[in-house]
């Protein structure tokens, strides 16, 4: 059974940093690709990055230079490192592997 459990968000002021976890159960690392995903009041989830099993990243035109993406797969979690940090950013931040998504973790950019 596949499990993805969020942390790590919060209130930071702009131009602050966070950094999001994502720990995983029954996701093979060196087969599975995963991604954070975020949506704000009103709005559509959006893709904001990947990671490949290989290693690769990709990142949403609005978060690129400003996030990464990484993992740690001895310790079975994903990690979202968000610098630079604009009231723009505010969200729920989802995690999601093999078409399971998490409960998500707030985070808040005051301005």
């Known amino acids: 059974q596949v499990q993805v459990v969020e942390s790590g968000g919060g209130l930071v002021q702009s131009g602050g940093s966070l950094r999001l976890s994502c720990r995983t159960s029954g996701v093979d690392f060196s087969i599975n690709f995963m991604a954070w995903y975020r949506q704000a009041p009103g709005k559509q989830r959006e893709y904001v990055a990947l990671?490949?099993?290989?290693?690769?990243?990709n990142y949403a035109d609005s978060v690129k230079g400003r996030f990464t993406i990484s993992r740690d797969a001895a310790k079975n979690t994903m990690y979202l490192q968000m610098d630079s940090l604009k009231p723009e950013d505010t969200a729920v931040y989802y995690c999601h592997a093999r078409d399971v998504w998490g409960q998500g973790t707030q985070v808040t950019v005051s301005s």
């Open positions: 990671i490949t099993s290989t290693g690769n990243t």
